[in-house]
């Protein structure tokens, strides 16, 4: 550096910084090319063939300086290399899963093959059908795949993977978010190919039995009927849950239960269940073939139980139906497992940027999902973690048979502080006696259920399996009692408001910094840290939600956001209150104080500016008056010519804005619509003059 001129000297101090920090470098090309995919999904518009040119250009450019170009522009040009392939891998994958969305209300029938059953929030059962054939639709407008909720009792099927199915119901494309930034189930539904949802409540025939259905998925429906004729009630569900991955026995009080004394990560297939049975595996290998001296003088016994785990854990991620939530935990282990067939620590952070770098680039989509942050959270959490006490306390103060309880409290502390973070922001809320519910129930899911489902599968052939499959079902119904006696218990939830846009990728940057670098310069990552925290304690929310049908008005007041209505449009009911960190169901928001009037005409004061939400059949003939009083009128009905002057939100506009946000503060009252996104799972954003609203002083 000295025998640089003084100003380009100060241009590349920062690329020999880089360069010093050579040993670390490497987590940080996942988490740029994860940091590409943000920017890929934060984009308003859809990116246009330029920006592919762009990125595709600055990764070759970036690869081939990396690899041949000056020592100290190494590290940036493999950074920008990381960061475009994050961008194309986005697009690339986006446009090869688009697929037809239904683009008008069908009602007729249905015909299509089951390829997944499971329950909707109402605990109706659903089932998901691809193969579909709609009366009078075309192939190319066909949705590749849609899913329906029974209504009514359907006795006569027993739904299976396979199955052809012949039925009448009412579909239409899936719902975007219920507020502006909310949830965007849209999206998700366009990356499962799934391009209809909705419901029926005629009867459900069974056109053709699942001839053609892949001997995994008829395994899959005999292991899981096989569970359940052998372990009665709720014990079974769960337990056939989480080794075959059909929760569709699981009803929504079960679940809600796990959900509040957070142990719904039990029963997802997902990084723990797998770990625990490779765990088994590994283990019985290992030590069983150590018993057989001709054997273990022979062989590797540890390579050969990480290859024979390797395969029990793509077995167990083909049985369990391949989710993503699966998908994810499998890669991470095949990292693992393929450290220990190299000779390298399996548990290091490079092994963790490694496997999160596959999924980014395999499944950008991820980025996204709740379980791909908090899965990576904790893992990097407890390999700094368990690395940060390994020598002070692991070796040199705790006595050796105190370690198994040590080590359980310590990792599921670090586990649920790493995690709290993003499921507080995805689930708006916080299981106050969740640690303790998973050190009562955690060592049972590895000790007592996974090992006695795999020994169960393996006897099973030989009629054997009763014994295994008790003991399941006992440690089953330990979980079980755990979980409903945490969710039961006073304070048992804390309701958590939503975060802004910025908050999560703000905070995990800053955590990021704070784990990869090293030395002081490390603690800069506590300003973005404490930022997004900030960010997070000071979010406001809208003082009024309307929903997209104008049928279901939220107002913000002293006792919470009060509801129009007590019934009707519940699922934006239910995501405006957890969003706003509020634990009531719709029917108690409905009691609170806020609107007047009868139903169908419910009046209410916005900043001192007076309001009203018209519905029903007579709405339309109530619009003359309400516009005359000099209200803003919210009517669920179109209007083709509305009253001169009239401050009107009626259904014409909110099938081009989406659901509308007004925002109060001291500049006035602001409207804010949803559908402001143009991207390829979004309808066109269309131009809509929204009404300008001044309070009254």
Known sequence: MAAFPGGLRVVLAPLEWLQSGRGVLLPWAAVLIGVGVGLWFAQSVEPSAGSYSLAAAMLVLGLVTGWRGPDLSRALAFGIAA?????????????????????FRYYGPVEGRIVAIDRSQSDKLRLTLDRVVLREVPPDRTPLRVRVSLQGDQDWLQPAPGQVVILTASLAAPEGPVEPGGFDFRRMAFFDQLGAVGYTGTPVLLLEEPTGALPIDRLRDYLTNGMLSHMEGQAGAFAAGAMT?????????????????????????????????????FGLLRYGLALVPYVALRVNSKKVAATVSLGVALFYLLLSGSNVATERAFIMIAVFLGAVLLDRRALTLRSVALAAAILLLARPESLLNPGFQMSFAATIALIVGFGAVDRSIYRERIPRWVMPLFTLVLSSAIGGFATAPYAAAHFNRFADYGLIANLLTVPVMGAVIMP??????????????????????????????VAHWAA???????????????????FTLGALWLILWHGRVRFLGLLPVLVALGLWISAERPGLLVSGDGKLVGLIGPEGRALSAASGGGFAAENWLQNDGDLADQTLAAARDGFTGPKGERWFTLA????VALSGKSAGEKLGAACASGALVILADKVEDAPEGCKLIDQTMLAAT?????????????????????RLWSRPARAVVLPVLDPIQ
């Not at 659901?659 to 409207?671: E, H, N, Q, R, V």
């Open 608 to 611: 001192g500016l007076q309001a």
């Open 245 to 281: 991955g059909d929760r569709s026995a699981i009803t929504e009080e079960t679940a809600q239960a796990l959900r509040d004394s957070s142990l719904a990560h039990l029963l997802a297939i997902s990084g723990m269940n797998m770990a625990f049975l490779t765990a088994f595996v």
């Open 83 to 103: 960061l475009a392939a994050g961008w194309l891998a986005a697009g690339i994958r986006a446009h090869s899963v688009a697929a037809p969305v239904l683009s």
């Open 452 to 481: 006695a489902g795999a020994i169960a599968a393996l006897l099973a052939p030989f009629g054997l399996a009763a014994l295994p499959l008790w003991v399941m079902e006992q440690g089953a119904r330990w979980i079980l009692f």
């Open 658 to 678: 989406g659901p509308i946000a007004i925002w109060i503060d001291k500049a006035g009252i602001t409207l804010e619509p949803t559908a402001s996104d143009a």
């Open 488 to 506: 039961g218990l006073e304070g048992a939830v804390t309701a958590i408001p939503a975060p802004g846009p910025l908050v999560l990728p703000i």
